[in-house]
C-alpha cells in the first residue's frame, strides 16, 4: 500500500515536472496584447500583381481603414476645405477631371508617386508628403473634434493625434483602393471572354507593333518607372518632369507611367490633360511622337519610327481592349465611398 | 519515502532546467558545409568602368553609344570541380546594375577545392522559361515576355543611345525566349578556400557586339526583340561577355 502511494506521488511530480518543462516560454512566443483590439484587414492581392509590402508599422486593420476613409471625405485635414476626395472621385477611379490628378488607385503597390515622383518610398511617405505639405493639416482641429480624438486613440493608441498617425491612417484606406475586377480580371480568371475586337487589341498591345506592355506591364498596368514618351521635344517648366525632381538632364520630359486600369474614367490624359480621348492618345503613338535626347528607346524601333502605323480598325481594338480594363465594382464599392 | 522523493525531487530539477527539447534547439553541430560566397558582378566597357548615361564607348563596329539600362538573369551557375564534384546552386537571380544589392549574389555551401571553370545562363532555361513562374516582383513582372509572344521572361534588357548619322537613336537589345539563352564560361582556374569570401566578376559590354559575330546596330538592327536572327548574334556574343578579375 505505501509502495502504492509511493508510485503516485512519484508520477505526479514527473507529469508537474513534464507540464512545466514543456510549456512554452511566454516572453518568446506571446506577442505583447494590444490594449484596444484590432480587427485585422485582409487585402486582395491578385496572383498576377507584384506581392504586397505592407510595413510592419502600419498593419491594416478594419478600424485603421475606417479612420482613414473618414479623413479622405473630410475637409478638417485642409486649411481651405479640401479633403482628399474633391480631387479623386470614385466615379473617375478617383481621379478628376479638373484638375487633372494621377488616380488613387492600386497605389499599396507602387513605390513611386506623383507625375515627376517627387515621393518615393512607401504610401505612408506619400501620405506624410499630402498631409504636412500639401494639406498642411492642423492637427489642433482633430485632437479638438468630437469625434477622432476617439477614433484614433483606439487605432494607434496613444494620443495626442500627430501629422504622423493622420499619414498612416490614409495610408490605410488607400491601400484598400484597389481594382482588381474588371473584365480582363475576370478574364484572367476564366469567368468570362473578350470579344473578337477586344482580343485584337490585346493582342496588339502585347505585339510589335502596339508595344504598349514594355511600360504598361500586365497585371498594375504600369511598370514603376519613368519614361519619356514623346509628347514634347522642347522642356520648359512644369514640363520638364522627373528632371524637376533630380537635376539631372537624363530625366528631362521622363514621367511616371500612369496605370492603364480604368483609363477608360481617367480623361485627359498626360500630366497636364493635354489629349481628351482615348483615341486622341493613341494618335499621339501612332503619328505624334517627338524625338528628343531623352525620348525612350523604345520609339526607336524601326518600326516605330514613323509611328505605329496602325488602321482604323487597329486603333479601335486597342481602345476596345483598354475599355476590358475598366472596374465598375471599384467605382461603385460603398467600402470606398463617403462614409 | 525519502528515496523516493529524493528521487522525485531530482527528476523535476532535471526536468526543469532541461526541459523538453523544440526542434530548434535540436540543431546538431555544425558539419563542414562549405564556403559561403559572394559574385561581385561589374561592369566595364573595355577596360574602363561603366558609366551610365554618357555617350562615351565605341563597339567594334564603330557605333559610339551609352547605356541607360541594363537588367538581366543569371541562372544555371556551375562550378566545374577539377575532382569532378560539380558544384550548381539551382537558384535564379535577378540582376540590374543600376540596383547595387543584385551585383552581390551570395552563393552558399560550395565544396572547398580547385575549380577549372566557371559556367552559366544569362536567362532562365527552357524548364522555368514559364510565365509567374518567378515571384511576382516588380522587377520579374517587367521583366515577363508577353504570353502573345511566346510568354517567359526577358532575358535580358540592355537599352540606351548610339548616335546615327550623329543623331541619337535608342536601342534595345532585349533577349527572351529558348532558343537566346546565352551561355557564358569564365576559363579562368579558381580555388575556393575557407578565406574565400569574394569572386569578382566583369562584365565588358562591348564584347555583345565583338565575336564571334560584329554586331553593328546600323545593319545588324538596333532592336532584338521582335528579330530572332539579332538576337542570335547578341546570344552567340554572350559567351564571353563575363571574366573573372
Known amino acids: 500500500m505505501k509502495s502504492l502511494k509511493y508510485s503516485i506521488i512519484f508520477g505526479f511530480a514527473l507529469i508537474i515536472a513534464l507540464v512545466a518543462s514543456c510549456k512554452k516560454k511566454e516572453s518568446d512566443e506571446t506577442p505583447a496584447p494590444s490594449p484596444e483590439a484590432l480587427t485585422p484587414y485582409n487585402l486582395y492581392c491578385p496572383p498576377y500583381f507584384p506581392q504586397l509590402v505592407i510595413p510592419a508599422d502600419n498593419q491594416l486593420s478594419v478600424e485603421g481603414v475606417e479612420l482613414g476613409r473618414k479623413l479622405y471625405y473630410d475637409s478638417i485635414i485642409s486649411n481651405d476645405g479640401r ?60 485632437n479638438n473634434s468630437a469625434t477622432y480624438p476617439a477614433l484614433f486613440k483606439k487605432v494607434f493608441n496613444s494620443t495626442p493625434i500627430t501629422t504622423k498617425q493622420v499619414a ?12 482588381t475586377n474588371s473584365k480582363f480580371d475576370k478574364y484572367l480568371r476564366y469567368e468570362t471572354t473578350l470579344t473578337s475586337s477586344e482580343m485584337n487589341g490585346f493582342v496588339l498591345y502585347n505585339s510589335e507593333k502596339g508595344d504598349c506592355f514594355h511600360c504598361h506591364s500586365l497585371g498594375l498596368f504600369n511598370d514603376n518607372a519613368y519614361h519619356n514618351n514623346g509628347i514634347d521635344s522642347a522642356f520648359v517648366g512644369v514640363n520638364r518632369g522627373r528632371y524637376n525632381v533630380t537635376g539631372n538632364a537624363n530625366d528631362m520630359g521622363k514621367w511616371k507611367t500612369p496605370t492603364l486600369r480604368n483609363v477608360e474614367l481617367t480623361a485627359p490624359y498626360m500630366h497636364d490633360g493635354r489629349f481628351a480621348t482615348l483615341e486622341d492618345v493613341i494618335e499621339h503613338y501612332n503619328s505624334g511622337v517627338k524625338q528628343s535626347s531623352t525620348l525612350d528607346p523604345i520609339f526607336s524601333k524601326p518600326t516605330h519610327l514613323f509611328g505605329l502605323q496602325l ?8 481602345v476596345a481592349f483598354l475599355k476590358t480594363l475598366t472596374d465598375t465594382t471599384f467605382i461603385n464599392n460603398p467600402a470606398l465611398s463617403h462614409p | 519515502m525519502k528515496t523516493v522523493l529524493k528521487t522525485s525531487l531530482f527528476l523535476i530539477t532535471i526536468l526543469l532546467f532541461n526541459g523538453c527539447k523544440r526542434d530548434t534547439d535540436l540543431i546538431p553541430e555544425k558539419a563542414d558545409n562549405g564556403v559561403t560566397l559572394n559574385l561581385k558582378i561589374n561592369y566595364k566597357v573595355d577596360g574602363a568602368a561603366l558609366i551610365f548615361d554618357s555617350i562615351l564607348y565605341t563597339n567594334t563596329a564603330g557605333n559610339n553609344y551609352e547605356v541607360s539600362r541594363l537588367e538581366y538573369y543569371i541562372s544555371n551557375i556551375t562550378f566545374h570541380s577539377t575532382s569532378g564534384k560539380d558544384f550548381s546552386p539551382k537558384d535564379i537571380f535577378y540582376v540590374n546594375a543600376q540596383m547595387p544589392l543584385t551585383n552581390n549574389i551570395s552563393l552558399d555551401s560550395i565544396p572547398k577545392g580547385s575549380y577549372n571553370y566557371i559556367t552559366f545562363n544569362i536567362g532562365i532555361d527552357t524548364a522555368h522559361n514559364i510565365s509567374f513562374s518567378l515571384p511576382n516582383t516588380n522587377e520579374n513582372i517587367n521583366m ?15 537599352e540606351g543611345y548610339y548616335l546615327d548619322l550623329a543623331a ?17 564560361i569564365i576559363n579562368t582556374p579558381f580555388i575556393v578556400s575557407s578565406s574565400t569570401s569574394e569572386i569578382k566578376l566583369s ?26 536572327q539579332a538576337r542570335g548574334k547578341i546570344a552567340a556574343n554572350g559567351i564571353d561577355v563575363f571574366s573573372m578579375e
Open chain 1, 83 to 142: 479633403a482628399c476626395a474633391n480631387c479623386h472621385t470614385q466615379q473617375y477611379a478617383f481621379t478628376n477631371p479638373v484638375p487633372n490628378s494621377l488616380a488613387h488607385m492600386n497605389l499599396a503597390w507602387n513605390n513611386k508617386f506623383l507625375w515627376n515622383g517627387l515621393v518615393e518610398g512607401k504610401l505612408e511617405d506619400i501620405m506624410a508628403f499630402e498631409v504636412n505639405v500639401f494639406f498642411m493639416t492642423n492637427t489642433t482641429k482633430l
Open chain 1, 168 to 179: 498612416y491612417a490614409l495610408a490605410q484606406f488607400v491601400r484598400t483602393q484597389a481594382s
Open chain 1, 311 to 318: 488602321t482604323t480598325q487597329q486603333k479601335a481594338d486597342l
Open chain 2, 144 to 158: 515577363a515576355w508577353p504570353n502573345p509572344l511566346g510568354g517567359g521572361y526577358h532575358f535580358m534588357k540592355f
Open chain 2, 168 to 184: 541619337k537613336t535608342g536601342f534595345t537589345v532585349h533577349m527572351g525566349q529558348n532558343c537566346s539563352l546565352v551561355y557564358c
Open chain 2, 203 to 228: 562584365m565588358n559590354l562591348n564584347e555583345w557586339f565583338r565575336s564571334p559575330i560584329i554586331y553593328d546596330f546600323n545593319i545588324d538592327g538596333n532592336a532584338t526583340m521582335f528579330d530572332k
